[in-house]
């Protein structure tokens, strides 16, 4: 029993490892995104499911959901709109890139 507790807490840890701990400025898109491959929120799409370049990453989030260029697959999300967030530097944005990164499978 003891064998078997000791193997799930390092399969735990073992696949938390892999994950990077969430940015400081990921708490501006965690209220409506949640955390990457949780399914999302009714507000936001879970950003573990998107296709987005990282530049089209930072326009996103830098000019909201309205940005010359964009994917017409991704012209819409159910009924929301995302608003600009231009307090998010570059430097946010490719932190928080990264970090949904960290959830996709290899």
């Known amino acids: 029993m ?3 507790a ?3 807490a390092a399969l735990v ?3 938390c490892a892999d994950k990077a701990a969430a940015p400081v400025a990921y708490a501006k898109c965690k ?3 949640g955390v990457p ?3 999302g929120t009714k507000m936001a799409p879970d950003l573990l499911e998107s296709s987005y370049t990282l530049e089209q990453f930072t326009m996103q989030a830098q ?3 309205q940005w010359e260029g964009k994917p017409a697959k991704h012209q819409s999300y159910r009924t929301k709109s995302m608003p600009p967030r231009p307090e998010v530097t570059q ?3 490719d932190a928080i890139f990264r970090y949904v ?3 996709k499978k290899r």
């Open 2 to 4: 003891k064998r078997l």
């Open 6 to 8: 000791a193997l799930a």
């Open 13 to 15: 840890l073992a696949s």
């Open 31 to 33: 209220p409506c995104h």
């Open 37 to 39: 491959g949780a399914g």
């Open 63 to 65: 000019s909201g959901s």
């Open 91 to 93: 430097e946010d944005t």
């Open 101 to 103: 990164q960290t959830f």
